[in-house]
């Protein structure tokens, strides 16, 4: 289930992060519950949304603390990452799809390349 949330992500599909609960700090520490929902169009271009689950499992996959939630925006490839702060509220996280223009030759052989010596 994971992959295939990953694919659709990095095709450019949005997600959608909602608060099932509202964060509570306690002594620097924060907590929370948020799932997530990939936000897609069936073959007739009617949006649907469809929940993140736990594998082998039909439940959703919740995540508990804010670091959880920046670790798989950081797997998937988000560039700004929000999080909801309050019980019923939705972050939208999406990919950017164009060519990076950072990684342009990052793996050609060109000359000076430090990996030739050059």
Known sequence: MMKSFREDVS???PVEVLA??????????VTGKWVLYILKKNDID????SVLV????????VYTTPNGLVGIAMELGV???????????????SVDVSPDEDRVGEDDDSEG??????
Do not use: L, M
Not at 46 to 49: A, P, V
């Open 54 to 61: 736990k594998q082998r499992a039909a439940e959703p996959r």
């Open 113 to 118: 390349s430090p990996s030739r010596g050059g």
């Open 79 to 93: 560039k700004e990452i929000k999080i909801p702060h309050a019980k019923g509220q939705s972050a939208f996280w």
């Open 20 to 29: 099932t609960e509202d964060i509570v700090t306690n002594r620097g520490s």
């Open 11 to 13: 095709a450019g599909a």
């Open 46 to 49: 009617e949006s649907f949304r």
